[in-house]
Structures are given as structure tokens and as C-alpha cells.
């Protein structure tokens, strides 16, 4: 169902509406994100996608809530939250380290992103 839908990067994770919105492209993420909701919901990863898509779009806040969203509905990729570069920017966050150390995550030092994040634009 959801072949198709992913190109490089983590499963549970769509590539094109990641890149609109890392592009700043907000509407065109949004509808493509729209189209493909469902079936992420079906797959059980629409919040861990919707945090990512939020990341690349800059909005911690709403990146933040939704990754406690995958966390509650206990989505299979919470567990990656601290090693995912697409969460990279949001390591300087004063949120981040608390919600690693609740989740008991893994840390990761911060020039291990230091390369970029594929399929997004720095900011």
C-alpha cells in the first residue's frame, strides 16, 4: 500500500512532502502530505511522519507534539527520534535533551549531522 511512497531516507517517512516543506513550500507539503495521510495512519507512522514533516518545515513546536503523539500511539520509529537526522535541528532545542533522557535515547553527538540532512535546506 504504501509502495511508492518512500524514497531515500527512513521508512515511515515520505520524501516529497519533507522536501516541499524543508523548501518552504508549506501549502504544496500540507496537500501531498494530505494525500498520503491515510495510509501512513493505516501504517501506523502519521505522527512520526507529521514530526518530520513539521522538522523540515522549522516548526519545533508542532514537531515536538507530534512526536509525543508517536510516542503515545507507540509508532515503531519513536525509538530513533535522537539518531534521525531530520530531527537534527532541533537538537539545540531546549526540549530536545529532556525528551531524550524520558525516552531513554540514545545520544548523539551534534557533528554527526554536520554534513546535512538529505532532501532538506539549511536554515
Excluded at 516543506?21 to 504544496?28: F, N, Q
Excluded at 498520503?36 to 507534539?65: M, P, Q, S, T, Y
Aim: glycine share 8%.
Amino acid at each position: 500500500m504504501l509502495h511508492g511512497l518512500f524514497r531515500r531516507g527512513e521508512p515511515g517517512v515520505p520524501a516529497r512532502p519533507r522536501a516541499l516543506a524543508a523548501a518552504g513550500r508549506t501549502y504544496e507539503a500540507e496537500a501531498a502530505f494530505g494525500s498520503i495521510e491515510a495510509a501512513l495512519r493505516k501504517a501506523g507512522v502519521a505522527n512520526w511522519a507529521r514530526a518530520h514533516l513539521d522538522a523540515a518545515a522549522g516548526d519545533h513546536d508542532a514537531a515536538f507534539e507530534h512526536l509525543a503523539s508517536a510516542a503515545a500511539a507507540r509508532e515503531p520509529n519513536v525509538c530513533t527520534a535522537s539518531v534521525s537526522p531530520y530531527f537534527a535541528r532541533m537538537h539545540g532545542d531546549a526540549r530536545w535533551p529532556q525528551l531524550v533522557a524520558q525516552w531513554s535515547l540514545p545520544k548523539v553527538a551534534e557533528s554527526a549531522w554536520s554534513g546535512g540532512v538529505p532532501g532538506s535546506s539549511p536554515h
